[in-house]
Each structure stands twice: as C-alpha cells, then as structure tokens.
C-alpha cells in the first residue's frame, strides 16, 4: 500500500527497465541535488520533469516508517536518515546526539507517533507527554 499522498501504477517491464537504468547512473547526483534517495521517488521527479510540472517544494522532513521501537524521520536538509529511538528511559536521535532536537520535535507531532508514545507512557515508559 502507498504512502498517504502517494499512488501506486503499473509499467511495461521497458519503461521499468529504462527508469531503473537511468536511475543508476544518476542516483548520486540525485541523492545530492535534490534529496532523493529512493527509485520511486526518482521515477515521480522524471515524470514531472518530462510533462514540465513544477517541482513540489521538497518537505524538510518525512516519516518513513515506525514501529513501537522509533522513528525513521528522513532528513531532506541534511540528506539522511534519523532513527529516533524510543525506550523505557526516554527517546533518542543519534543523528544529533540528543534526547530532543528537530528530528525528536517533528516525529512527536505526528498524529499515529502520538498514539504510540501514549501507549508506551501507559506502560511507563519515560517518554514526553503529547
């Protein structure tokens, strides 16, 4: 299933094929440059590039996923990927080295974090309120 905002399609294995080629000799470029670092994400800038749609502002921060254990907060400033940890004696970036900082700050007003962070509270866990 997509992420919220995202769509799936379905390609011809060519035009797959001629995405997933031009992809790997450009990633890197891309990665610096624009922040994208997935092959979807490359895929959906193309397309956009190709029928001249102008290029969405590229969000500061993204959830990438998360679980009962933390965060994976993609930052787009920096080009890279924090693993916000929560644990029974608080939460973590170690991107920052810091038990609060921008990463921490963006991943807690995430409305599903939320929820998370309060369950784990209720099992007394050290976490901030939200």
């Given at each position: ?8 399609i ?46 969405p ?12 254990r933390?965060v994976?907060?993609q ?24 038990h ?31």
């Amino acid at each position: 299933m997509p992420r919220k905002g995202y769509k799936s399609i379905t390609v011809k294995q060519n035009v797959y094929d001629y995405f997933f080629n031009e992809w790997s000799k450009v990633k890197e470029e891309y990665a610096i440059k624009k922040g994208i670092r997935s092959f979807s994400a490359f895929v959906s800038c193309r397309l956009a590039e190709l029928i001249n749609l102008p290029e969405p502002p590229l969000l500061p921060f993204e959830i990438l996923n998360h679980d009962s254990r933390g965060v994976k907060v993609q930052d787009n400033k920096l080009h890279l990927i924090s693993d916000v940890q929560f644990t029974p004696i608080g939460i973590y970036c170690p991107v920052c080295d810091a038990h609060y900082c921008e990463h921490i700050r963006f991943a807690l007003d995430q409305s599903d974090i939320k929820e998370t962070i309060r369950k784990k509270r209720k099992e007394g866990w050290k976490l901030p309120e939200v």
